[in-house]
């Protein structure tokens, strides 16, 4: 549609370069607002707050903390990377733009939707991982000796008559105890692979009867990437069915408003009810993901009706320090959640994942024997399951008990009389009398 337009070929300008109306937000929440050049460093800017007294944490009272500027999903840590890194190189060219200040102990790898790399920190390796690997390299060293007693192929050449029988016979011998070293090692091989099977499906650690496990997400669920491609003019394009298919929906969509039927506030707020209840029938159980800020996740099974004050204090056993003032928080964006409400009432309901306070970390005991992620998974999916059939056979057998009481209370219909009917049946419909 607009790649016929006269300026769809036209070059486009570069960016004019200017002063960058720039905010550095602390993490008390205040702003220090300031004009920059483009041209200069983040750690210039820091400097220049420091200077005025403003910068807090001062750089000067830094002892093993890390400085760290947040711009969108780019994440800037340690003193070299800040004198390294400029806003031009931010594509912060002109205009205004706001730039979040941090520190950062070094224990710590990354922040929670920040891109951008620290240097990690070594972690001691989990002892299922290593029991996983001695298992692999038995299976591949089985598998070597499977291969090596294969018997190797014969290739086809000429025996004459008199000798193809004896040579019949040989071959039969020899194959005799391959083939039984073969299923040998088969059934091996299946027992091997049950028993990893078995290994995977036991990597699940419950850290109480309640069911709660901690788990660490692979990195890879993260790393979204930031940057796209531009798409091209041809792909802006409409064509004479895609408009049609619009107009359509769209029409089809405005008659749907006009010919709604009003609902008063009133309505619309037992409706609401009425579908939480549905939900909390069909769910009483949510399954809570808490993740931290190094990126552990402590999953908790709880009633849906439980409010979300009791499981900061459930939650207060987990961490490794005893913090009483923490916030639990969805993003993005971040919104604080309120603890007077229930699971369901908040919309947690039946499975989500929320956010805790930087400072709160989890024990050392816990975090040095995580459950596997797969099984973490499926034991989520399968308490959900069992929940849902749950209350599908109580709302099925609930049914079938009104069922049968109802069809009880049904009042019998009298039998016609046939006489009457007979009697009448060839009498002119002007001369029967009126029932």
């Not at 849906?304 to 005893?322: G, N, R």
Request: net charge negative; aromatic share 6%.
């Amino acid at each position: 549609m607009y790649s016929n337009s006269r300026n769809a070929n036209k070059p486009q300008a570069p960016p004019k370069i200017s002063l960058v109306t720039l905010a550095l937000q602390l993490v008390s929440g205040e702003r220090l607002i300031a004009e920059f050049h483009p041209e200069v460093t983040l750690w210039d800017i820091l400097e220049h707050w420091e200077a005025q007294s403003k910068l807090d944490p001062s750089l000067a009272t830094l002892k093993a903390n890390i400085p760290v500027c947040i711009y969108m999903r780019k994440e800037i840590a340690t003193k070299e990377m800040l004198q390294m890194t400029t806003l031009l190189q931010l594509e912060i060219l002109n205009g205004k733009a706001a730039i979040r200040y941090i520190t950062k102990s070094p224990g710590v790898v990354e922040q929670l939707h920040v891109g951008g790399i620290i240097a990690p920190t070594l972690r001691i390796p989990s002892p299922e991982l290593q029991r996983r690997e001695v298992e692999k390299v038995k299976l591949e060293n089985k598998t070597e000796e499977t291969s090596t007693l294969m018997p190797e192929k014969v290739t086809e050449q000429f025996i004459p008559a008199e000798k193809q029988e004896s040579a019949v016979e040989t071959k039969a011998e020899e194959n005799r105890p391959v083939d039984a070293e073969d299923n040998s090692l088969l059934s091996c091989q299946e027992l091997e692979a049950a028993e990893v099977e078995v290994a995977v499906e036991e990597s699940v650690y419950f850290l109480n009867e309640q069911g709660v496990l901690v788990y660490m997400p692979p990195q890879d669920i993260n790393s979204i990437s930031t940057r796209h491609d531009e798409e091209s003019d041809e792909f802006f394009e409409l064509t004479e069915e895609e408009v049609r298919r619009m107009m359509n929906d769209l029409i089809c969509q405005n008659n749907q408003l006009q010919n709604a039927p009003l609902i008063t506030a009133q309505l619309r707020r037992e409706q609401e009810e009425k579908r939480r209840l549905q939900l909390l029938e069909k769910y009483p159980t949510t399954v809570l993901r808490i993740q931290f800020s190094d990126r552990f996740v402590l999953q908790m099974p709880l009633p849906s009706e439980i409010t979300l004050a009791e499981v900061k204090q459930q939650l207060v056993e987990y961490l490794d320090a005893k913090v009483e003032n923490f916030e639990l928080f969805t993003t993005p964006p971040k919104q604080i959640i309120e603890t007077s409400l229930s699971l369901h009432r908040i919309g947690l309901t039946p499975s989500s994942l929320i956010y805790i306070s930087s400072h709160c970390v989890l024990k050392e005991k816990f975090r040095l024997n995580p459950s596997d992620y797969a099984a973490a998974v499926r034991d989520a999916s399968r308490r959900l399951y069992h929940s849902v059939t749950t209350s599908t056979a109580t709302a099925v057998s609930a049914a079938d008990s009104d069922g049968s009481v109802a069809k009880d209370q049904r009042p019998k219909r009298p039998a016609s009389d046939t006489s009457v009917v007979n009697k009448n049946k060839n009498v002119p419909k002007w001369l029967k009398t009126n029932r």
